[in-house]
């Protein structure tokens, strides 16, 4: 396979980016404009009412963050007419038709000139509204789909999705497509038209019923939860990605187009320098609240495998597969164009590494209260390796001495009132949180990534210059990288938050 130089594909390309404000989009957008600035320019797609609110996101959201002070060290006082000239914020919104752009003239411009589209915009919550959910990450794959059509120069659509839309199944995952109406429990009946006219008929009854804002809020994502476990998804947010990808198997036709599916995305490894993470990504949060001295215990498996990939690496693969499906396309067949991006096969790293390397790291270097400036001493983190482990230790440590509180005379149940209620439901809330990430922690399926092998063969081959887009999982030390990359990273730009 000829595929030539990543740098010279991406010199005077022009690349249309949804959800220019996530976390692996800001990455992507970084590794473009520093190591190819010969690019030609970049369409951000951004949820805004107007160019001067997404030029404020732009700014504010993007390159005001501390990824691109590098670049911003690079090119000085030349950066601000360097970003102006290459960036392109864009007013849009992908639950919508034709992305929801207003301005004709620019949507023309963008039809005739991007040569790439990369779709990341998505709503990565859980427990999402399901009409939100379904809105950008099932029918919004469906709008970019058909703007990408219309793209007289498209050379590839990249479609990030997610590993887990494998559900929780066990063993050997392969990168196969989603058949549309396919469940993962073999219930019949999954109809992604049906689901949406259910979404509104709800909507509908809610608001007729005189419903709250809150109260609408809640009954959207209980109704998410339940489509989800109905046809065998542990949340809202893989199942509507699940579908998305249904749409892609489905309406692509002769797009050339390529879907990665990373597993957990992590802080980066190196570049543009190591440990730059934005948001509390899954198990992260566990490790700030032990670090802070607010939980002790750890819900997993500790033999189960815990499948993690840095960011940088999944930027990385995304712009090799981008070039070499742009000058390779593959439009019969669907398995050739997916991609694991993960380290659970090549790699593996299990639960327990993990809990020791939290545990050793925050012993040996505590959190220093911004109360009192004094160390937050943590002990042994208490492991719970199951689900019923951890409602029975639940029940007896917190739930149990609250229902006492109920036996109290009346005076001091008034007196503690606030007290009792507030408690209650935090606890409820941990509990079901808990539930919301038991199928990570309890996962017990490695994801095949026999195509992202071979793009990675393919790329030595054609001497790409992997010193640069780098994507090979087999060469993170896992200790290295958690002791003195990540958990410092989450320290440095999430604690403080």
């Given amino acids: 396979m000829e595929l030539g130089s990543i740098l010279q594909f991406l010199q005077d390309k022009t690349i249309l980016v949804t959800g220019a404000t996530g976390f692996i989009a800001k990455i992507f957008v970084e590794k473009i404009l520093r190591s190819q600035p010969n690019v030609k320019r970049l369409y951000l797609l951004l949820r805004a009412t107007d160019i001067e609110s997404a030029t404020h996101r732009l700014h504010h959201e993007i390159i005001g963050k501390e990824l691109f002070k590098l670049l911003k060290e690079t090119l000085g006082a030349n950066f601000n007419s360097f970003v102006s000239e290459k960036l392109r914020v864009v007013p849009g919104d992908i639950s919508r038709e034709d992305l929801d752009l207003n301005d004709s003239i620019l949507k023309d411009h963008i039809c005739n000139q991007t040569d790439v589209i990369v779709n990341i915009a998505a709503t990565t919550n859980f427990d999402e509204r399901y009409d939100v959910a379904l809105g950008i990450n099932t029918l919004g794959v469906k709008h970019v789909l058909n703007f990408a059509k219309k793209c007289s120069k498209l050379k590839v659509l990249l479609h990030v999705s997610t590993a887990y839309v494998c559900g929780e199944r066990g063993g050997l995952i392969g990168e196969d497509p989603q058949e549309m109406g396919v469940s993962l429990n073999g219930v019949t009946g999954l109809d992604i038209d049906m689901e949406m006219k259910l979404v509104q008929n709800k909507l509908n009854e809610l608001r007729e019923q005189g419903a709250s804002e809150h109260h609408i809020k809640l009954a959207m994502k209980e109704l998410g939860i339940q489509r989800a476990s109905r ?11 699940a579908m998305g990808e249904m749409m892609i198997a489905t309406f692509k036709e002769n797009l050339p187009l390529v879907i990665v599916r990373p597993t957990i995305v992590t802080s980066t490894l190196r570049e543009p ?87 050793r790291y925050f012993m040996t270097k505590p959190w220093i209260s911004s109360k009192d400036g004094n160390p937050i001493k943590v002990g042994k983190i208490t492991v719970m390796n199951s689900m019923s482990t951890f409602h029975t230790y639940m029940y007896i440590r917190y739930l149990l001495p609250l229902k006492g509180l109920e036996l109290v005379n009346a005076a001091l149940c008034k007196l503690f009132q606030g007290t009792y209620h507030e408690l209650h439901k935090k606890i409820h809330t941990v509990i079901r949180l808990a539930n919301l990430y038991k199928s990570y922690v309890f996962f017990y399926g490695v994801f095949d990534n026999m195509n992202t092998e071979k793009l990675v063969a393919a790329a030595r081959q054609g001497r790409l210059e992997m010193d640069l887009f780098y994507f090979d999982p087999k060469v993170i030390d896992w200790e290295d990288y958690f002791m003195n990359i990540h958990i410092p990273g989450i320290t440095k730009y999430i604690f403080k938050s």
């Fill in 273 to 359: 320098f190591p440990g730059w993470i934005e948001g509390l990504r899954t198990l992260d949060s566990f490790i700030v609240a032990y670090g802070k001295g607010r939980v002790t215990c750890f819900l997993a498996d500790l033999d189960a495998i815990f499948d993690a990939i840095p960011a940088d690496m999944v930027v990385n693969a995304m712009i090799v597969a981008m070039m070499v499906h742009a000058k390779h396309p593959n439009n019969n067949n669907n398995d050739s164009m997916i991609y694991h991006l993960g380290s659970s096969v090549s790699n593996p790293i299990r639960y327990q590494n993990l809990r020791d390397y939290i545990q």
């Fill in 231 to 241: 046809y065998g998804w542990p949340n809202t947010y893989v199942f509507t990605k």
